[in-house]
């Protein structure tokens, strides 16, 4: 009896099995049943019968067809000299039958096995042979060009089916607590890419070839992340939460050497004198936090008189090769912003410029961008703004500023009084006034967490905020007035619909390129202009005001563009925020851990119909989880007791003791 064999594609790759129902042939009957080599039966439709050919007599049993079938298969790389020598002499995109090519490459050779296995060659090698099957069937040559290119997609194939070859391996190590890679740099680069899913999730590179089979596709985000950590602590590289968050922001430490070459440049260069009021002689401050390096404003107070006083608020001015196509430009351009966090603070620009040549240090003559206001009981007006320079006589933090307003009634406690005019006005406008509390968390020994609150409200603060806003929302002003396109910061009213019972709530301020008001500032318009060593778009609208300011100064005049940086500055702040903001949590849930059943105050969020619920904790300003007793709503006070904390799941959960006092 003679079996018969049939080629076909079996998940995009050309196979070869035996007929167990006989001859196929290519579009008649019913399916037909092959048995592989391993011994496994699919059916195929006939149409999938591509060639079949009858084999070498055999007694007729299965075993018998199945052994001949595994003598004869092919190997992945069988018949390449063949093929070499047939692809040469074809030309491309011209037809051959397939009757042809057999007899040009098996000379003469009529062995049905050799006509079979040429035509799975044939059909394996797609990068070169384009398979015509309503043709005979034939192939034909590819061009060059679709060689390469599809050559290209098999390697990227072959390595796809690699990788996951090696996730396979790496994941049962893993799972069993056995991490013994053969191939340390294939393991790292998985590692890699483990943590680039736990830090990027679903938009990481990553998560499309990797999740499913890892497991990972249907799982809540919480269980991914505690899942996914696991796997690199068994690894031995997991980096801590606070690595994981700052990846997912993007936030970067290192510059690289032509930005460090550019920065060490610019910091040996000394100051621009020309074509600026020199205020070096008249006494200039900074007031900034006592850890602050990168001093980006300073306060002049110019003359006083009944009623009122003039004063100059400098802004730092980079330098003036700050501009598009500078690797310190595109780069600040791309970092959007200095990232501050407690595991450190990563600069848009080099430290030798952000605390070296473009900071406001005591001492050193530096460029500014000088703003000039009278200032009355309750209103301001610009006098001018102009390119200055200015040799700072102290950088005061806060406590010290204190001081000198206490010391110096007439002058700087006068100033104190007129930017709490400036504040109260604001605040009739429709401003949101608040007592601010900044926390301090200590992570000098992580053993032992230190959390402080710092009341940021005092008239030191006062004076810094209101000038700032001021210096800002007259920038804005000049920039509409001059009919220049601007990168504004724009917040819409608070709405009474969904107002919290516990916060007054208002949508978050965004960058724009349409000029509209800031209403938690109180301002008709508003833009950012007083951090352009630590804001990408301050750096811009302050190029904008010198380019109104200079003769001939130029501006940005591509609308397109500023709206393109709006999107990014949004998008980029946004991050390092978040990321700030769970690196600062993730430190409190350790100082929750390390003081186990910490009473505080707390607020109720929201309370869920299950009767639990989440609570504000007032100090922390984290929330929590809870099992809420009978009788308490949103926005009620309570006092709670810390009863456990899932640093992995960021959850905290607490146990309500009493109602607190109405406020």
């Given at each position: ?233 068994t690894a031995g590289a997991w980096p801590g939460w ?24 610019m910091a040996g260069q000394p100051a621009r004198l ?390």
């Amino acid at each position: 009896m003679t079996p018969h064999y049939v080629c076909f594609f079996r998940g995009g790759r050309p196979a070869i099995g035996w007929l167990e129902d006989g001859r196929g042939k290519r579009g008649a009957g019913k399916s037909k049943a092959v048995r592989l080599s391993d011994g496994s039966t699919l059916r195929i439709s006939p149409d999938a019968c591509h060639y079949s050919w009858a084999g070498e007599p055999t007694d007729g049993s299965p075993e018998a067809a199945l052994a001949q079938l595994a003598a004869h298969q092919p190997r992945p790389d069988a018949k390449s000299p063949l093929l070499d020598g047939l692809y040469d002499a074809m030309t491309p995109g011209v037809p051959i039958s397939f009757e042809a090519l057999q007899i040009q490459a098996l000379a003469g050779n009529r062995e049905s096995w050799a006509r079979g296995v040429l035509f799975w060659a044939l059909l394996a090698d797609g990068t070169r042979f384009q398979y015509l099957p309503q043709s005979g069937p034939a192939f034909q040559a590819r061009e060059n060009a679709e060689v390469e290119r599809l050559a290209a997609l098999e390697a990227e194939r072959r390595e796809r089916a690699q990788r996951l070859e090696n996730a396979g391996i790496y994941l049962s190590q893993l799972e069993s607590g056995e991490w013994r890679p053969d191939t340390p740099d294939a393991a790292d680069r998985f590692l890699g890419q483990l943590r680039s899913m736990l830090a990027l999730e679903k938009e990481s590179p990553h998560w499309a070839g990797l999740a499913k089979p890892l497991g990972l596709h249907g799982l809540a985000s919480p269980d991914r992340a505690v899942r996914l950590k696991s796997w690199l602590k068994t690894a031995g590289a997991w980096p801590g939460w606070p690595v994981i968050w700052l990846e997912r922001a993007g936030v970067e430490a290192a510059f690289d050497d032509r930005c460090l070459e550019a920065a060490r440049e610019m910091a040996g260069q000394p100051a621009r004198l020309e074509d600026r009021a020199d205020y070096r002689n008249t006494d200039t401050y900074t007031i900034d936090n006592a850890a602050t390096e990168d001093f980006d404003d300073a306060i002049s107070i110019l003359e006083i008189s009944a009623g009122e006083m003039t004063v100059a608020v400098h802004i730092a001015e980079p330098s003036q090769l700050l501009l598009p196509g500078h690797p310190l430009f595109d780069e600040a351009q791309r970092r959007m912003a200095t990232a501050y966090t407690l595991e450190g603070i990563f600069p848009m620009f080099p430290e030798s410029l952000a605390n070296g040549r473009f900071s406001l240090k005591s001492g050193q003559d530096r460029e500014v961008v000088t703003h000039v206001f009278r200032i009355g009981e309750g209103w301001a007006e610009l006098e001018r703004i102009e390119p200055g320079l200015v040799r700072v006589r102290e950088n005061l933090d806060f406590a010290r500023a204190q001081k000198r307003i206490e010391d110096h009634p007439a002058s700087w406690g006068r100033l104190a009084l007129l930017c709490g005019g400036l504040r109260d006005a604001r605040a009739g406008k429709g401003a949101f006034i608040q007592e601010r509390h900044e926390l301090a968390v200590d992570i000098a020994d992580p053993q032992r967490i230190r959390v402080t609150e710092i009341t940021r409200s005092g008239p030191a603060h006062q004076i810094v905020e209101e000038l700032a806003v001021l210096a800002n929302w007259k920038a804005a002003e000049t920039i509409i007035a001059a009919g220049r396109p601007g990168i504004f910061r724009v917040q819409e009213p608070m709405d009474a619909e969904t107002r919290s019972p516990t916060r007054d709530y208002f949508p978050p301020a965004s960058f724009t390129t349409a000029a509209g008001p800031h209403h938690g500032l109180g301002c008709p318009a508003y833009m950012q202009i007083t951090s352009p060593i630590r804001r990408f778009p301050d750096l811009v609208m302050q190029r904008q005001l010198i380019g109104q300011i200079t003769p001939g100064g130029s501006v940005f005049a591509d609308e397109a563009l500023l709206e393109s940086w709006c999107a990014q500055a949004d998008r980029k702040m946004t991050g390092y925020q978040q990321a700030a903001r769970a690196i600062t949590h993730d430190y409190l849930r350790q100082y929750l851990q390390q003081n186990p059943g910490l009473e505080l105050k707390g607020t109720v969020r929201r309370r869920h119909p299950s009767d639990t619920g989440k609570i504000w904790l007032d100090r922390l300003e984290m929330m929590t989880r809870c099992d809420l007793p009978p009788g308490l709503g949103n926005g009620d006070p309570v006092s709670v007791r810390v009863e456990s904390v899932d640093r992995d799941r960021q959850t905290v959960w607490v146990t309500c003791l009493a109602s607190s006092s109405p406020r």
